[in-house]
C-alpha cells in the first residue's frame, strides 16, 4: 500500500504561482510512475503530468503544456508540480497519483484544493 499526501494548494489572484507537493510514503518508491490529475468543480478528473520516476522522463497535457512544470525529489521521496500563470479555469481538486505501470495508476492521494479568482 502506497499513501500519498497531497499540500500546497490555496486561493490564489489570475496569474500567480503555486507549488504543489505530493509526498510518497513508499522509500525507496518503487512504482512506475507519479502523475498529477486534476477535477474542476461539476467536471470529470483530467491528466495534467508524469513523471517516471526512474529517469525523470516527463509528459504534460496539452493544457499545461509551457505553464507547468513536474518535478521529483528522490531524496524526500516527493514530487512536485509548480504552477505559473494561474487562470481561473485552472481552478480544481488537484489530485496526484502512482502508477505501476505506465496505464495503471493504482494509490491516490486525497486532493488539494486550488482556487484561481479573476
Known amino acids: 500500500q502506497v499513501h500519498l499526501e497531497e499540500s500546497g494548494g490555496g486561493l490564489v489572484q489570475a496569474g500567480d504561482s503555486l507549488r504543489l507537493s505530493c509526498a510518497v510514503s513508499?522509500?525507496?518508491?518503487?512504482?512506475?510512475?507519479i502523475g498529477w490529475f486534476r477535477q474542476p468543480p461539476g467536471k470529470e478528473r483530467d491528466f495534467m503530468a508524469v513523471?517516471?520516476?526512474?529517469?525523470?522522463?516527463?509528459y504534460y497535457a496539452d493544457s499545461v503544456k509551457g505553464r507547468f512544470t513536474i518535478s521529483r525529489d528522490s531524496a524526500k521521496n516527493a514530487v512536485s508540480l509548480q504552477m505559473n500563470n494561474l487562470k481561473p479555469e485552472d481552478t480544481a481538486i488537484y489530485y496526484c497519483?502512482?502508477?505501476?505501470?505506465?496505464?495503471?495508476?493504482?494509490?491516490w492521494g486525497h486532493g488539494t484544493q486550488v482556487t484561481v479568482s479573476s
Open positions: 497519483a502512482a502508477a505501476s505501470t505506465p496505464d495503471d495508476y493504482d494509490y
Open positions: 513523471i517516471a520516476w526512474s529517469d525523470g522522463v516527463t
Open positions: 513508499e522509500r525507496p518508491f518503487r512504482g512506475y510512475a
